[in-house]
């Protein structure tokens, strides 16, 4: 009895919790995996398919807006206004920035170009500016802090001299390396004395970062000296560093950097000038300018992004949900399909993303609140302006990779379907032909290296080889420089890279993939007619005219002459057309009507041919 007095206990309860959550997964998250049902028809299919697609555009379409919104063309003409002060002005002797050849060259530009584009404090009638108007370059751009030079050296005999030489060569100074980089005080250095310019300081102590140049990857130490906010202290120093050789043969780089902000269009350059002195003797400048959007959300349309990037982070939310999900229904055969691997690459992608645009957020508050703290100090945003050109570049490639995912949903007809089915078929024949390829290209490239690798500058490196005979395949080469450095391996090396790369591997490729399509394009004649999205896009049209009573009107119009006096009888497309017209059918739908279901092309509509344009109308007709 007492059993009969314990209240009942509803067992059913967690199973129907569980199928709620399931049916509420299915809603939200339906895709191919999440359904978990195989067996449903083509229709079904194309229907989720379409729903996944619109969803997805939508998603899209704020990832192109956010990318867009960040990018402007003030950017490029913000890069070519401080390009154009900086790297192409002259100095009375006529050297600028990018024509630097020697350390005599250096100080000429630094006396004369650099403090000219640093230090505006006249307007251009000579009339001294007013006292906070100075500092700012073409009077429009803020200089933040001063400018700092910063010098990478290499020890005294960091490198053997040769014992034949020994005796009248005593010194030697190796290239560039982490590993023979000079930290030890040099030149004027005084005991005790705190002078930045003439004492290492580490890549931490300066907060710097290594600088890919021309020759070599650089730490981020080094010797420094920052200048002045005004210029004749400026010019002081940059000549007390001259005279006191603070450029000596151990010094391999000298980095001018500083940034300018300009209010006006909310943009930050980062400026990075750097002249190498290799071990050969001589200079070789080279130079960076990040032009980048530092601080957000200032204006309308700013704010119009910020509500755009609330709603992307949504959008990952409910991805990385579905992948999981996925994961879990059908487990490691998930990673077995491109598009779903490409799905985690971009949810990862966009993960980083919003990590660093929260950081950024972040540190260039704390960046301006120091600033202005020390107005005289070096505004350091060498790192700051690196990432965010590193974030640039991410946003770019998530957005080009996004574009690329609009494939997986593209079935629109056959065309699409031809073209993804073929490069997905000949793709195994294409990955060892690519095997191939590089096989002989690695060859040709070693080999134009080690030919002209010391007096063509296409073939100075390796990379620079490499990319050379890209080049030539698509016919952009300089044929008389390799002439005029080897006047018989030159035209040989030409002449066989061309034969065998553009004219027999080159076609190989073209080849294969038409060989494929062919195949392709051959069998899916063979195929019954499938259901795919073009039509459910044309169904939902045809049911828009059913609504006002116009398609219906026109199916009916065919059946009607197919069912007619002409019923059983051949009919030639003159009879076709003139049965038609006669109710009101535009000429241009009999046509197209007419040739798809024409089968042998003899313009006649035999018995056969008509059932099938019957059997097709009743289809349509159940359908609307």
């Given at each position: 009895?007492?059993?009969?007095?314990?209240?009942?206990v509803?067992?059913?309860a967690?199973?129907?919790?569980?199928?709620?959550?399931?049916?509420?997964?299915?809603?939200?998250?339906?895709?191919?995996?999440?359904?978990?049902?195989?067996?449903?028809?083509?229709?079904?299919?194309?229907?989720?398919?379409?729903?996944?697609?619109?969803?997805?555009?939508?998603?899209?379409?704020?990832?192109?807006?956010?990318?867009f919104?960040?990018?402007?063309?003030?950017?490029?003409?913000?890069?070519?206004?401080?390009?154009?002060l900086?790297?192409?002005?002259?100095?009375?002797?006529?050297?600028?920035?990018?024509?630097?050849?020697?350390?005599?060259?250096?100080?000429?530009?630094?006396k004369?170009?650099?403090?000219?584009g640093?230090?505006?404090?006249?307007?251009y009638?000579?009339?001294?500016?007013p006292?906070n108007?100075?500092?700012?370059?073409?009077?429009?751009?803020?200089?933040?802090?001063?400018?700092?030079l910063?010098?990478?050296r290499?020890?005294?005999?960091?490198?053997?001299?040769?014992?034949?030489?020994?005796?009248?060569?005593t010194?030697?100074y190796?290239?560039?390396?982490?590993?023979?980089?000079?930290?030890?005080?040099?030149?004027?250095?005084?005991?005790?004395?705190?002078?930045?310019a003439?004492?290492h300081?580490s890549?931490?102590?300066?907060?710097?970062?290594?600088?890919?140049?021309?020759?070599?990857?650089?730490?981020g130490?080094?010797?420094?000296?920052?200048?002045?906010?005004?210029?004749?202290?400026?010019?002081?120093?940059?000549d007390e560093?001259?005279?006191?050789?603070?450029?000596?043969?151990?010094?391999r780089?000298?980095f001018?950097?500083?940034?300018?902000?300009?209010?006006?269009?909310n943009?930050?350059c980062v400026?990075m000038?750097?002249?190498e002195?290799?071990?050969?003797?001589?200079?070789?400048?080279s130079?960076?300018?990040?032009?980048?959007?530092?601080?957000?959300?200032?204006d309308?349309?700013?704010s119009f992004?910020?509500?755009?990037?609330?709603?992307?982070?949504?959008?990952?939310l409910?991805?990385?949900?579905?992948?999981?999900?996925?994961?879990?229904?059908?487990?490691?055969k998930y990673?077995?399909?491109?598009w779903?691997?490409?799905?985690?690459?971009?949810?990862?992608?966009?993960?980083v993303?919003?990590?660093?645009?929260v950081?950024?957020?972040?540190?260039?508050g704390?960046k301006l609140?120091?600033?202005l703290?020390?107005?005289?100090?070096?505004a350091?945003?060498?790192?700051?302006?690196?990432?965010?050109?590193?974030?640039?570049?991410?946003?770019?490639?998530?957005?080009?990779f996004?574009?690329v995912k609009?494939?997986?949903?593209?079935?629109?007809?056959?065309?699409?379907?031809?073209?993804s089915?073929?490069?997905?078929?000949?793709?195994?024949?294409?990955?060892?032909?690519?095997?191939?390829?590089?096989?002989?290209?690695?060859a040709?490239?070693q080999?134009?290296?080690?030919?002209f690798?010391?007096?063509?500058?296409?073939?100075?490196?390796?990379?620079?080889?490499?990319?050379?005979?890209?080049?030539?395949v698509?016919?952009?080469?300089?044929?008389?420089?390799?002439?005029?450095?080897?006047?018989?391996?030159?035209?040989?090396?030409?002449?066989?890279?061309?034969?065998f790369?553009?004219?027999?591997?080159?076609?190989?490729?073209?080849?294969i993939?038409?060989d494929?399509?062919?195949?392709?394009?051959?069998?899916m004649?063979?195929?019954?007619?499938v259901?795919?999205?073009?039509?459910?896009?044309k169904?939902?049209?045809?049911?828009?005219w059913?609504?006002?009573?116009?398609?219906r009107?026109?199916?009916e119009?065919?059946?009607?002459?197919?069912?007619?006096?002409?019923?059983?009888?051949?009919?030639?497309?003159?009879?076709?057309?003139?049965?038609?017209?006669?109710n009101?059918?535009?000429?241009?739908?009999i046509?197209?009507?007419?040739t798809?279901?024409?089968?042998?092309g003899d313009?006649?509509?035999d018995?056969a041919?008509?059932?099938q344009?019957?059997?097709e109308l009743?289809?349509?007709?159940?359908?609307?």
């Amino acid at each position: 009895m007492a059993d009969l007095d314990e209240p009942e206990v509803d067992k059913g309860a967690p199973e129907r919790s569980r199928g709620g959550c399931a049916k509420i997964i299915g809603i939200i998250w339906n895709t191919k995996h999440t359904s978990g049902d195989l067996g449903e028809d083509q229709e079904q299919i194309v229907k989720r398919t379409f729903r996944e697609l619109i969803i997805y555009l939508i998603f899209l379409i704020v990832v192109c807006i956010i990318a867009f919104g960040m990018a402007s063309t003030n950017m490029f003409y913000y890069t070519k206004v401080m390009m154009d002060l900086f790297i192409e002005a002259e100095s009375d002797d006529g050297v600028s920035f990018r024509s630097i050849t020697s350390v005599n060259d250096f100080w000429k530009f630094t006396k004369g170009p650099l403090l000219d584009g640093l230090y505006w404090d006249k307007w251009y009638n000579n009339k001294a500016l007013p006292q906070n108007t100075e500092g700012y370059i073409y009077y429009e751009n803020k200089l933040l802090g001063v400018p700092r030079l910063r010098q990478l050296r290499v020890s005294t005999n960091s490198c053997k001299v040769n014992e034949e030489f020994s005796s009248f060569i005593t010194d030697c100074y190796s290239m560039y390396s982490r590993d023979q980089e000079s930290t030890e005080p040099f030149g004027d250095y005084v005991k005790g004395s705190n002078d930045s310019a003439w004492m290492h300081k580490s890549e931490e102590e300066l907060g710097g970062f290594k600088y890919w140049g021309k020759i070599h990857l650089y730490s981020g130490g080094g010797y420094t000296r920052d200048l002045a906010l005004k210029r004749t202290e400026s010019a002081q120093m940059i000549d007390e560093l001259e005279d006191k050789l603070w450029i000596q043969r151990g010094s391999r780089a000298v980095f001018i950097s500083f940034t300018v902000y300009n209010a006006n269009i909310n943009l930050f350059c980062v400026i990075m000038l750097l002249v190498e002195f290799p071990a050969t003797g001589g200079a070789q400048p080279s130079w960076s300018f990040n032009t980048v959007k530092l601080i957000r959300y200032v204006d309308d349309f700013d704010s119009f992004i910020m509500g755009c990037e609330v709603v992307f982070c949504v959008f990952i939310l409910y991805y990385i949900f579905e992948e999981i999900i996925e994961v879990f229904a059908i487990g490691l055969k998930y990673f077995m399909d491109f598009w779903n691997v490409l799905d985690v690459v971009l949810i990862a992608m966009a993960l980083v993303c919003i990590a660093f645009n929260v950081h950024r957020t972040l540190t260039i508050g704390q960046k301006l609140e120091d600033l202005l703290q020390d107005p005289i100090a070096y505004a350091n945003f060498e790192s700051l302006g690196f990432w965010e050109m590193r974030f640039n570049n991410m946003v770019a490639i998530t957005v080009f990779f996004a574009w690329v995912k609009v494939f997986k949903y593209i079935s629109f007809n056959k065309t699409m379907t031809q073209l993804s089915t073929t490069l997905s078929r000949c793709a195994k024949d294409l990955l060892g032909f690519f095997i191939m390829f590089f096989i002989v290209f690695l060859a040709f490239t070693q080999l134009g290296y080690l030919l002209f690798g010391t007096q063509v500058n296409d073939f100075s490196t390796f990379m620079n080889s490499f990319f050379t005979l890209f080049r030539i395949v698509l016919g952009d080469f300089d044929f008389h420089q390799l002439e005029q450095a080897n006047r018989i391996l030159g035209p040989i090396f030409f002449m066989l890279f061309v034969f065998f790369v553009f004219f027999v591997l080159i076609n190989m490729f073209l080849a294969i993939i038409n060989d494929t399509y062919s195949e392709v394009k051959s069998d899916m004649a063979k195929q019954t007619d499938v259901f795919i999205m073009s039509d459910y896009i044309k169904q939902g049209y045809a049911k828009f005219w059913d609504k006002i009573g116009f398609r219906r009107e026109k199916l009916e119009g065919y059946e009607q002459i197919l069912t007619g006096d002409l019923a059983g009888k051949k009919m030639n497309v003159t009879e076709w057309k003139e049965e038609l017209v006669k109710n009101g059918f535009d000429e241009g739908d009999i046509e197209e009507v007419f040739t798809k279901f024409d089968v042998d092309g003899d313009r006649i509509l035999d018995v056969a041919e008509q059932k099938q344009l019957l059997d097709e109308l009743q289809r349509l007709q159940v359908r609307v």
